[in-house]
């Protein structure tokens, strides 16, 4: 069961007419995710593709408040509508959880913004850019959690609704949130005076050997890195347009197939052959794991290619019994080619570009 679109709009008109209801509603969120109960669903109800269950002790408590949650629909019989992250402390984001059908479901896991944003403030790039663009900002959460001027795109027009009100519960704005497709190009506004622009991209990169197979928030295309490609070169184009006064950083998360004793990955290759060695670096941290499987990354980095048969064990994703056992047989097909090409492994990490 998914929100309707109707829905999605009439949080958000509610969200603009009235900016109490947002610090009302962020108010309720936030209690909902700090409620012990709701701590055991994310740990183990969500992955079963269950919807949480609003605790009767809250209802009572928040009669109000849960009334306000009940009139957007957030909550239908007891039943919360929405998926709630709550990150550094400070964020709240609603996103589709993983009980929505995939074919329709806004990425719901946080883990790969939560190593961006790790990424950036390590590298003490958080509060360097003027601007921040992010080509596949789901809903929201890599940009938001940036204070900068802000360009958000995406393909989905339901993530865009989710960003939309990701976006007034936690009184950040984007100066553009659209539909588009990274491989237009990036467009944003042109520039007067010099800016610090930083891409921040999360492009879908799980490899796919028979299309449509996996949901959009997953497909990266046959070697699954194509997406992540398209990314790198319209940002080596948008580069090119830049004035000189203006500079730009890139951070980008991914998966790459490639040789594992020799350190040698695809994606890495093409950015440097775009940008030149020296510009470029890339970490791919050991302590992550990779290859989500009912939500779960479990497998190392960087993995061996004979695991990628066990994404079709992913029941969240892939519903049909009849296309699980394809999707089996068009893994085994593209270990086979990817070895002939030289490759064994599948690394997960992230570039960094200046």
């Known amino acids: 069961?998914?929100?309707?679109?109707?829905?999605?709009?009439?949080?958000?008109l509610v969200l603009r007419d009235d900016r109490t209801q947002s610090?009302?509603?962020?108010?309720?969120?936030t209690e909902i995710c700090i409620l012990p109960e709701y701590d055991q669903w994310i740990e183990d109800g969500q992955f079963e593709g269950q919807m949480f269950q609003l605790p009767s002790s809250f209802r009572s408590s928040h009669i109000m408040g849960s009334r306000l949650i009940q009139d957007v629909?957030?909550?239908?019989?007891n039943r919360l509508q929405v998926k709630i992250n709550?990150?550094?402390?400070?964020?709240?984001?609603?996103?589709?959880g993983a009980f929505?059908?995939?074919?329709?479901?806004?990425?719901?896991?946080?883990?790969?913004?939560?190593l961006l944003i790790k990424t950036l403030t390590n590298e003490g790039w958080r509060k360097w850019p003027t601007i921040v663009v992010d080509p596949a900002t789901g809903c929201g959460h890599n940009a938001l959690r940036v204070a900068a001027e802000r360009f958000g795109f995406d393909s989905s027009e339901r993530a865009l609704k989710f960003a939309t009100i990701n976006s007034m519960l936690n009184a950040r704005s984007f100066s553009i949130l659209g539909t588009s497709d990274v491989d237009k190009g990036i467009k944003i506004r042109s520039f007067e005076g010099p800016e610090?622009?930083?891409f921040i991209v999360n492009m879908p990169f799980a490899l796919e050997p028979l299309p449509g197979s996996l949901p959009l928030t997953s497909s990266g295309g046959k070697d699954g890195c194509e997406k992540t490609i398209l990314a790198l070169n319209a940002i080596e184009r948008?580069?090119?347009?830049?004035?000189?006064?203006?500079?730009?950083?890139?951070?980008?998360?991914?998966?790459?197939?490639?040789a594992s004793a020799d350190n040698r990955w695809v994606v890495v290759d093409h950015a440097q052959r775009?940008?030149?060695?020296?510009?470029?670096?890339?970490?791919?941290?050991?302590?992550?794991?990779l290859w989500r499987i009912n939500g779960r990354k479990e497998q190392c980095n960087p993995m061996s290619l004979s695991n990628l048969i066990l994404k079709a064990d992913c029941k969240l994703d892939i519903t049909s019994p009849q296309m699980r056992e394809a999707l089996r047989l068009g893994y085994i097909e593209k270990e086979g080619e990817l070895r002939s090409r030289g490759y064994d492994s599948l690394s997960y990490g992230i570039l960094l570009i200046e």
Not at 100 to 114: G, I, K, T, Y
Not at 238 to 258: C, D, H, Q
């Open 1 to 12: 069961m998914a929100m309707t679109s109707e829905s999605l709009d009439q949080i958000a």
């Open 23 to 29: 610090i009302q509603l962020k108010g309720l969120l």
């Open 86 to 96: 709550y990150l550094d402390d400070e964020f709240i984001f609603v996103t589709d």
């Open 196 to 198: 610090k622009i930083l």
């Open 100 to 114: 929505v059908d995939a074919a329709d479901r806004v990425f719901p896991w946080h883990d790969e913004s939560d």
């Open 274 to 289: 775009l940008f030149g060695p020296t510009s470029v670096r890339w970490r791919m941290p050991v302590d992550q794991g």
């Open 73 to 77: 629909n957030l909550v239908i019989d």
């Open 238 to 258: 948008f580069m090119k347009r830049l004035p000189r006064n203006s500079e730009v950083r890139a951070l980008i998360l991914t998966y790459s197939v490639g």
